[in-house]
């Protein structure tokens, strides 16, 4: 969960991840939901918790580098 955005800036980091959720590896899901403020990130695996968190590594620094080029 990122904590404290601004509506338009969660809407902007949701945005930009979403052709990352298109191609998103094989038995894994992720949903992005903005409100009050947060925008939260819901991940769920069947299988290979190794893989599962690359992902979030991998979506996190997603996240960064759209939070850097917002501001």
């Given at each position: 969960?990122?904590?404290?955005?601004?509506k338009?800036k969660?809407?902007?980091?949701?945005?930009?991840?979403?052709?990352?959720?298109?191609?998103?590896?094989?038995?894994?899901?992720?949903?992005?939901?903005?409100?009050?403020?947060?925008?939260?990130?819901?991940?769920?695996?069947?299988?290979?918790?190794?893989?599962?968190?690359?992902?979030?590594?991998?979506?996190?620094?997603?996240?960064?580098?759209?939070?850097k080029?917002?501001?």
């Amino acid at each position: 969960t990122l904590n404290n955005l601004p509506k338009n800036k969660a809407e902007s980091v949701r945005k930009a991840l979403e052709p990352d959720n298109v191609n998103f590896p094989e038995n894994l899901t992720l949903e992005l939901e903005n409100f009050d403020n947060k925008l939260v990130f819901n991940f769920q695996s069947q299988g290979d918790m190794k893989k599962l968190i690359a992902t979030v590594d991998e979506v996190l620094e997603h996240v960064q580098v759209a939070l850097k080029v917002i501001e």
